[in-house]
C-alpha cells in the first residue's frame, strides 16, 4: 500500500525557514517524480513544485520560486521542501504526492495527508 | 501559465441525479486534464486521467469527456459518498494548475 507521511510543519515567525519531509513506503520510491501541492484550508490548491526521479529535473510555482527548494534522498524514500523567507500567504496544509512515473508529468496518483504550515509573528 | 476556470462553483443535486461539471483551459491541452475528489477532511485522490481515463476502482458512474480547452467531468447518478470538492488540473506543461472546484452537496 502506498503511503506518504508528510512531517515538518507547524508555527513560524514571518521571514524564517522551514523544511517539511515526506517518507514513502509501499512503493519503489526511487521509480516516480513526486510533487509538492498546498491548500489553504477552505480553499483550493496549488501547485508548488515537482521533482525527476534522480532530483535531476525540478520545477516550481512563481509564487515560490528562489525562496523554496525541493529536493529528495532516494536512499531514504524521502522527498523534501526546503521553504525559505516565509511569508503570510506560504500559510497552508503542504502535500506531497507522487507523479505516475519516472519523469514529471504532472498526474498526482497519491497524496499524502498533509503538513500544516502557520507563518505568523 | 494556462489558467484553469470551473463551473459551476457550487451545485445540489439529489440521490440519483446526473451531474455534470465544466473545466476550460485557456489555451489548448490536448487531453492532458486530471480529476481530483476531496472529500471533507481529507487529502485529494485522483478520479480520471488523460481527461476520461477513469482510475481502477473508480466507480463507473463517473465519466469524463474534452479535449483542447473544454472538458467535463459527469455523475451520471449521484450517491451521497460522491459530497465532495472536485478539481480540475492540467499536466500539458508547468506550472500544473488546478481549477478553483467544484463543490458538490447532496440535496
Known amino acids: 500500500e502506498v503511503q506518504l507521511v508528510e512531517s515538518g510543519g507547524g508555527l513560524v515567525q514571518p521571514g524564517r525557514s522551514l523544511r517539511l519531509s515526506c517518507a514513502a513506503s509501499?512503493?519503489?520510491?526511487?521509480?516516480?517524480?513526486m510533487h509538492w501541492v498546498r491548500q489553504i484550508p477552505g480553499k483550493g490548491l496549488e501547485w508548488i513544485s515537482s521533482?525527476?526521479?534522480?532530483?535531476?529535473?525540478?520545477d516550481y510555482a512563481a509564487s515560490v520560486k528562489g525562496r523554496f527548494t525541493i529536493s529528495r534522498d532516494n536512499a531514504k524514500n524521502s522527498l523534501f521542501l526546503q521553504m525559505n523567507s516565509l511569508r503570510g500567504d506560504d500559510m497552508a496544509l503542504y502535500y506531497c504526492a507522487t507523479d505516475n512515473g519516472i519523469t514529471v508529468a504532472g498526474r498526482l496518483d497519491y497524496w499524502g495527508q498533509g503538513t500544516l504550515v502557520t507563518v505568523s509573528s | 501559465d494556462i489558467q484553469m476556470t470551473q463551473s459551476p462553483s457550487f451545485l445540489s443535486a439529489s440521490v440519483g441525479d446526473r451531474v455534470t461539471i465544466t473545466c476550460r483551459a485557456s489555451?489548448?491541452?490536448?487531453?492532458?486534464l486530471t480529476w481530483y475528489q476531496q472529500k471533507p477532511g481529507e487529502a485529494p485522490k485522483l478520479l480520471m486521467y488523460a481527461a476520461s481515463t477513469l482510475r481502477s476502482g473508480v466507480p463507473s458512474r463517473f465519466s469524463g469527456s474534452g479535449s483542447g480547452t473544454d472538458f467535463t467531468l459527469t455523475i451520471s447518478s449521484l450517491q451521497p459518498e460522491d459530497l465532495a470538492t472536485y478539481y480540475c488540473?492540467?499536466?500539458?506543461?508547468?506550472?500544473?494548475?488546478f481549477g478553483p472546484g467544484t463543490k458538490v452537496d447532496i440535496k
Open positions: 489555451q489548448g491541452i490536448d487531453i492532458y
Open positions: 488540473q492540467q499536466s500539458f506543461s508547468p506550472p500544473f494548475t
Open positions: 509501499g512503493f519503489n520510491f526511487e521509480d516516480y517524480a
Open positions: 521533482i525527476s526521479w534522480n532530483g535531476g529535473i525540478s
